[in-house]
Nanobody, 115 residues
Framework: QVQLVESGGGLVQSGGSLRLSCAAS????????MGWYRQAPGKQRELVAL???????TYADSVKGRFTISTDIAKITWYLQMNSLKPEDTAVYYC?????????WGKGTLVTVSS
């Protein structure tokens, strides 16, 4: 059984930085893509950043130039470096991985950016 565990969330002031981590455990092979999503109160879950097994990245327009997704394939871990954080980045951040037609989600980590 695949499990994803996020870490690194917390409270930060506007303009600050945080680094989220997502560690996968269990039997997972042939990863297609790893990503970060977020859901703010009263809003739908949205894609923040995605990286494919080929190394291609996709970012939401709202985070381009501020957030960076990276991976450590050997550890089956991926990261989201978040810089220049804004209050509107406040949300629960979830990691997701797709593999062989399956998707797995973490339980989320809360990021709160104070103004």
């Amino acid at each position: 059984q695949v499990q994803l565990v996020e870490s690194g969330g917390g409270l930060v002031q506007s303009g600050g930085s945080l680094r989220l981590s997502c560690a996968a455990s269990g039997s997972i092979f042939a990863i297609n893509a790893m990503g970060w999503y977020r859901q703010a109160p009263g809003k739908q879950r949205e894609l923040v950043a995605l990286i494919t097994s080929a190394g291609s990245t996709t970012y939401a327009d709202s985070v381009k130039g501020r957030f960076t997704i990276s991976t450590d394939i050997a550890k089956i871990t991926w990261y989201l470096q978040m810089n220049s954080l804004k209050p509107e980045d406040t949300a629960v951040y979830y990691c997701r991985v797709t593999s062989r037609g399956m998707e797995y989600w973490g339980k989320g980590t809360l990021v709160t950016v104070s103004s």
